[in-house]
């Protein structure tokens, strides 16, 4: 395997970060003139007159909002009067209006909560001649915890990790595990959006679910929330978490469900009269950049999908046996190919070992590759997460090859076997091939890269 087709795989993937870096977007999509503001997208532009509030105030959580906040001050200015962004620790930028707090992901801790008190303090501070323009990107469901204090019961910091924990490691999509969350939060499916209320609220919404759901992108902030308490319920037991999450949870959405906890807020609800949610930043406009970039780099090249989804390693034998047909019978491209999806598959928890949904899906890619070693054998797969952190590690993914393979069998490391004890990060350590990008101040899902020189 040549070093070449090594860095091709990785400058297709950080073409596709690029396109998406919050700081180029906020200053691409928005534009100031006098004291008009104009919102430009690929499908939507409106002004707003700033001279008709008192006050400019940016609330905001993700990965990416210190990014996007950085960029909003440099189209806005000392026109901000205040603002308070909640970040993932360690993704930070340097900022002169909007003060910045660290937290937790993805399992939420007591910073998580402070962040999203002060949050909650300071939408409420917000007047009805103010204008709140609130940064929300991945992430900000756990960076933002507020344990619902419910009429039938209160939930603890413990409860929420507990429940965390076991909707990450059960193998529940996103829409499903933030559906649970906004049932025991103050702050989520558009609780935000009535805090800030009766104030003029603007969302600025980068995308990490796929589909781009607006009220599952960090369990929905300010937008309407279209699950109910009966769907999370339906989630634990979908799932068999009944008894294994902290009882008073459990407790509290079984009383949602029948009615004698209040619901999140649904379309209609005069808290959203004065909200406007405008989506600035997709996968789909990774994945396309991405492809740009392929071509150019000299590959016949094809997007197969922005909505990838289902178990990490089942997914990684769909991509093995694209590599053996297009080895084999040129199709769906010919060589020299590349193929680009996007996405974001789960994990279900088998073992103790260290790793993310990326790094998994590398390992069960050589996995593949040794039970069928000639077909795809001179082909390179490349899965990582556009955030920097897959999973709780410190990697973005990783690569797998047939030369990685033969590297690690030399070194007397099995692929078969650190899958089944969800142990890829160890594995693709002991080799170097981790990719390690570190914060990427941006998150829209994951990109993998197929290449078949």
């Known amino acids: ?5 090594h860095s091709h795989a990785e400058a297709i993937f950080r073409a596709g970060l690029a396109r998406v870096d919050p700081l180029a977007m906020m200053e691409r ?15 939507e532009r409106f002004s707003l007159d700033l001279s008709r509030f008192e006050r400019i105030l940016v609330l905001g959580a993700g990965k990416a909002s210190a990014r996007m906040a950085l960029g909003l001050e440099r189209v806005l200015g000392n026109r901000i009067h205040s603002g308070l962004v909640a970040v993932k620790e360690g993704h930070l930028e340097f900022l002169s209006s909007i003060r910045l707090v660290e937290a937790s992901h993805p399992v939420p801790d007591e910073r998580s ?5 002060a949050v ?50 059960c193998g529940a999509t996103i829409q499903e595990v933030n559906c649970v969350r906004k049932k025991l939060s103050s702050i989520k499916g558009g609780r935000l959006a009535k805090a800030i209320a009766p104030a003029q609220c603007l969302s600025l919404i980068l995308s990490d679910v796929i589909g781009d759901d607006l009220d599952a992108i960090a369990s929905g902030l300010t937008v309407p929330d279209s699950t109910t308490c009966v769907d999370a319920v339906g989630v634990i037991e979908r799932y068999g978490l009944a008894g294994k999450i902290p009882q008073t949870a459990e407790d509290l959405l079984r009383a949602g469900a029948k009615g004698f906890e209040p619901d999140t807020p ?8 004065q909200t406007r949610t405008v989506l600035i930043g997709t996968n789909y406009q990774a994945l396309l950049a991405a492809q740009d970039e392929a071509r150019r780099l000299g590959y016949n090249t094809m997007l197969l999908t922005s909505h990838l989804t289902g178990e990490a390693r089942e997914m990684a034998s769909l991509f093995c046996g694209i590599a053996k047909d297009i080895a084999v019978n040129a199709i769906p491209v010919k060589r020299p190919a590349c193929l680009i999806a996007g ?3 789960t994990v279900t928890l088998r073992g103790s070992g260290k790793g993310g949904r990326n790094q998994e899906m590398a390992l069960a890619y050589l996995a ?7 077909d795809a054998g001179d082909s390179l797969f490349l899965a990582a997460s556009t955030d920097g952190s897959d999973g709780p590690t410190d990697a973005t993914g990783a ?29 693709f350590e002991a080799l170097d091939e981790l990719l390690k990008t570190g914060p990427t101040n941006t998150n829209v899902c994951d990109i993998k890269v197929l290449l078949v020189p």
């Open 368 to 374: 593949g590759l040794a039970r069928s070693p000639k």
């Open 29 to 43: 999509l928005l534009s100031l003139s006098g004291d008009t503001l104009t919102l430009a997208t690929e499908t």
């Open 113 to 117: 909560t402070k962040a999203a008190r």
């Open 343 to 345: 996405g974001e598959t």
């Open 266 to 273: 649904k379309a209609g609800d005069k808290a959203f009269d």
């Open 120 to 169: 909650l303090e300071e939408a409420a501070n917000a007047g009805e001649n103010d204008l709140v323009i609130v940064l929300v990107s991945g992430g900000g469901s756990a960076i933002l915890a507020a344990p619902l204090n419910g009429e039938t019961g209160t939930l603890s910091l413990a409860d929420k990790q507990g429940v965390t924990k076991e909707l990450l490691a």
């Open 1 to 5: 395997m040549s070093v070449e087709i």
């Open 399 to 427: 690569f797998a090859s047939m030369d990685i393979l033969k590297r690690g069998r030399a070194a007397g490391l099995e692929p078969a076997s650190f899958l089944a004890a969800n142990n890829s990060y160890h594995y």
